[in-house]
């Protein structure tokens, strides 16, 4: 028995319909502070809480629209539906087969549980009157719900579906209380206390009592309050007082209860509230691993219709930012562990968490992105991954996991491989632009996948700026590289009328679009007016070759400082050896632009002499460490006095891009 879907409507920030699909064991929650996670938790809390304080719900949780003007409005609606699917735990059929739809024939029965509120303004109570109703749905999804499909839905049924939820703030004392709702109360109601151990027992603590009312001294505290209570209350019922330990009342010695922790060499053993937030938030874990555990034990002794009397068929197990005060060390141990717990026959995790560190433990699939529209209205997205298993799924997922804070930013950055990384951290210190402050991301990804890059963050609704390559007369470069871009834009939903308008206002033909990679490099115009229309695309390219031939032909004087002592490129002397220069040079273009037959006929001589220094800085040695080095030698002012058109345009770009998002959200 699996929730395999929850849809929101007028509760809390999800204003409009908005339906999250579950993963079969662990579904996480990611997003932005506010942006709906604890809100979509708490909607299941009110359908499945344990206590009547868990299920109730306030005028604060009705939706109220961006424009709306509260003291306006007379009614409110909200509804939350969980549907359940039934595929490995045939015990839960039966409990809720009456209420189980099916859309065809052969299709696999499942379960809509709805609830529905409505509030109105009264007169008579100052928050207005709230009526809660709980139904199951007998029609399928899809069906307009006609008031004869919804039918009550009995709370036996209902408690047999349970959710626990651990708040972002821990308070695990809370739970070591034997209070009905409470995770140690769910555990000792396993146990089958017999009545001669409850006899047992009472004689026991009786027998304490009265030892203790047997000492002289215990006797004059016992007398001295009696007496000066007698003094302050005459009524008979409550003349007497009694100083014993908790009394006789079995439940009562269950209430006192504790865990401590030890051993401890220089005092007695500690009690919960004296551990640190990090080992109190694993001992919550721990409640709840255990209460799961010791359940699925119990059941396995069970007689077939005892099932679903004493114990849920599902439990919830929701939890808030499970990394809260738990060393990023551990944080690896704690996902494997509500991995473990999702796996069993009647337990399904739920974590919400805006961390990259949990995140990237995750699968992408699983994974469920909230972001805040700027209607003040929660939107939630699954993560978009190419749909079969080939290089570019594969490549997609691991970026997804190795670079987590791409569902956090504000803008992604989108680059080729790690120089620019480097680079544009460098960059940030000197044009004062905090990637941190503006939450900024960039994600080194290949040219190759990056159209499936485009997809997710489309599908997220995340600005992105790209930088690409041009890799001029390099195979699959220059045009090939612009045909590239042109299709996945196209591919991303972008009207190909504008984008294959040609300047005779003609459009460009599917078939000129599928041969453009192997036009003439030249003229030099033409590639570079489809260049400048693809910025309004937010694509630009590190021109003519590539990012490191770039940063060398604009800072030459610090790469040529960055050579060890003793190092550096072995060039002939272009007046005494202009043969051997000419030689070394044409290896080098060659070399450069990876092909035996390159002659770097766009290139002018200058450009093909620096392609000796191209070779030695990142082809021979590693290309990060290189820009490192020489980036160390400049100041701020030195950068920004050589610094590269492309990296003003995309400087500008992210900035003109921030400010959209920032005015969205206020």
């Not at 550096?568 to 092909?595: C, H, Q, R, Y």
Request: charged share 30%.
């Amino acid at each position: 028995m699996r929730l395999s879907k929850l849809t929101i409507q007028g509760f809390r920030s999800f204003g409009i319909e908005t339906s999250i699909t579950m993963s079969p064991q662990l579904t996480a929650f990611i997003g932005l502070n506010s942006s709906g996670k604890t809100s979509a938790m708490d909607a299941l809390r009110k359908m499945f809480g344990s206590t009547s304080l868990e299920r109730e719900l306030l005028p604060k949780d009705f939706h109220h629209f961006k424009e709306e003007v509260a003291e306006e409005t007379d009614e409110r609606f909200l509804s939350l539906e969980a549907r359940f699917d039934f595929g490995n735990n045939p015990d839960a059929i039966p409990h809720f087969f009456s209420g189980m739809v099916a859309g065809s024939p052969g299709e696999t029965l499942y379960l809509r549980l709805r609830l529905e509120a409505s509030w109105k303004k009264s007169m008579l109570e100052p928050e207005g009157e709230i009526d809660v109703n709980f139904y199951s749905v007998r029609v399928p999804e899809g069906e307009e719900i006609g008031d004869g499909d919804k039918h009550t839905f009995p709370n036996y049924l209902r408690s047999l579906i349970q959710i626990i939820y651990v708040p972002a703030i821990r308070r695990p004392s809370e739970q070591l209380k034997y209070a009905s709702g409470s995770l140690l109360y769910r555990v000792l109601r396993k146990i089958k206390w017999s009545e001669d151990f409850t006899k047992t027992f009472k004689d026991q603590v009786a027998e304490i009592n009265n030892g203790f009312k047997a000492l002289p001294e215990f006797e004059t505290v016992q007398n001295s309050i009696n007496h000066f209570w007698q003094q302050f209350h005459r009524e008979e019922r409550y003349r007497q007082t009694s100083v014993v330990f908790s009394g006789t009342d079995f439940d009562s010695i269950l209430k006192k209860l504790e865990i401590s922790f030890g051993p401890s060499a220089t005092r007695s053993d500690f009690r919960i509230e004296e551990l640190g937030d990090g080992l109190r938030s694993l001992f919550y874990l721990t409640l709840v691993c255990s209460l799961l555990d010791i359940e699925e034990k119990f059941a396995a002794n069970q007689d077939e219709e005892e099932i679903g009397k004493d114990r849920p068929l599902l439990t919830l197990f929701a939890i808030e930012e499970p990394e809260n005060h738990i060393a990023p060390q551990l944080l690896g141990r704690v996902v494997k562990i509500l991995e473990k717990i999702s796996v069993k026959g009647t337990s399904q995790v739920l974590l919400s968490s805006h961390t990259p560190a949990i995140i990237k433990r995750v699968v992408p699939e699983s994974i469920r992105h909230f972001r805040m529209r700027p209607n003040y209205q929660s939107k939630v997205s699954e993560i978009t991954l190419p749909e079969d298993k080939t290089d570019a799924y594969k490549f997609v997922r691991q970026a997804v996991i190795n670079y987590p804070e791409l569902y956090f930013a504000k803008v992604v950055l989108i680059g080729e491989g790690e120089s620019e990384e480097v680079i544009f951290n460098r960059l940030m210190q000197a044009l004062d632009l905090d990637f941190d402050d503006n939450i900024i991301t960039f994600a080194p990804l290949g040219h190759r996948f990056v159209n499936h890059i485009w997809k997710l963050l489309e599908a997220l609704n995340i600005p992105y700026v790209t930088l690409l390559d041009f890799d001029l007369e390099r195979e699959g470069g220059d045009w090939g590289r612009i045909k590239y871009a042109l299709r996945q834009l196209i591919l991303n939903g972008f009207d190909p009328d504008d984008l294959l308008l040609l300047s005779d206002n003609s459009i460009m033909t599917d078939e000129m679009l599928e041969s453009m990679h192997t036009w003439s490099a030249g003229p030099i115009e033409s590639m570079q007016s489809w260049v400048d229309d693809l910025k309004d695309y937010d694509v630009f390219y590190s021109y003519p070759l590539d990012l490191d031939f770039l940063m060398l032909t604009s800072y030459e004087q610090f790469y040529k400082k960055a050579i060890p002592k003793g190092g550096g490129a072995k060039i002939p002397d272009p007046e005494k050896s202009k043969i051997a220069f000419d030689e070394k040079v044409d290896a080098a273009v060659k070399a450069t632009l990876k092909s035996e037959k390159a002659e770097g006929g766009q290139y002018n001589d200058e450009q093909k002499a620096l392609m000796i220094w191209y070779n030695y800085h990142f082809l021979g040695r590693g290309k990060p460490t290189t820009h490192i080095e020489a980036m160390s030698l400049m100041t701020d002012l030195e950068i920004k006095e050589n610094l590269p058109p492309v990296f003003t345009e995309v400087f500008n770009r992210i900035k003109e891009l921030l400010e959209i998002a920032t005015d969205e959200e206020g």
